[in-house]
């Protein structure tokens, strides 16, 4: 089954009392903290919206960050010298539990990047730097090609080149 959905900025008039992505964490963040972090512009967070239900079935949050080269893998930092990488990062991503298993995981990382390449077409960054909650997760981005940091195999890097050959793979 897939869904119908529209993507929305997170605001007030959103229902997030109901959503349960099965971690509680998660939960918590979109129902108490979401949309403080975005009123003090430190996060923004997206969510998808089913259209038949009008229920949030996810959501991903987005901010800025760079990240020292010495813990990037060197295929992908060595253009940089020793000068900060800028990124995005991907501060969070869930998927209602109802909503699971049905690929709106993936799509919502692909939005959350593809809003981030249109942001960095105007500031520059180069990837979405990403905190995986466990191994489990970290192996679902590296599915999409992201590339864990250097003694830090929960944090991965998902370059913007990697998003753009996936999108091209999809148009063709």
């Known amino acids: 089954m897939s869904f119908n959905w529209r993507e929305e900025k ?13 971690n509680a964490d998660l939960n918590q963040f979109l129902q108490k903290y979401a949309r403080q972090s975005q009123d ?4 923004k967070t997206y ?5 038949h239900t009008e229920q949030i079935i996810g959501f991903y949050t987005i901010t800025l960050s ?14 940089f010298g ?11 991503l869930a998927v209602d539990k109802n909503a699971q ?21 105007q500031v520059g960054g180069v990837g979405l730097l990403i905190e995986a909650k466990d191994q489990q997760v970290a192996s679902w981005y590296q599915s999409f090609g992201a590339t864990p940091l250097i003694d ?12 753009k050959a996936v999108l091209l793979s999809l148009v063709y």
């Not at 969510?47 to 259209?51: F, L, S, T, W």
């Open 82 to 92: 020793s000068h900060q990488i800028p990124l995005f990062t991907l501060a969070r």
């Open 10 to 22: 997170l605001s007030k008039q959103h229902n997030r009392v109901n959503f349960d992505c099965g």
């Open 40 to 43: 003090r512009n430190s996060s």
């Open 101 to 121: 298993g049905k690929g709106l995981g993936g799509q919502l990382l692909l939005k959350a990047a593809q809003r981030c390449m249109l942001v960095a077409e």
């Open 152 to 163: 830090e195999p929960l944090s991965l890097i998902l370059p913007f080149q990697t998003i």
């Open 47 to 51: 969510v998808a919206i089913d259209n």
């Open 66 to 79: 760079a990240i020292s080269p010495q813990k990037v893998p060197s295929h992908l930092s060595k253009r």
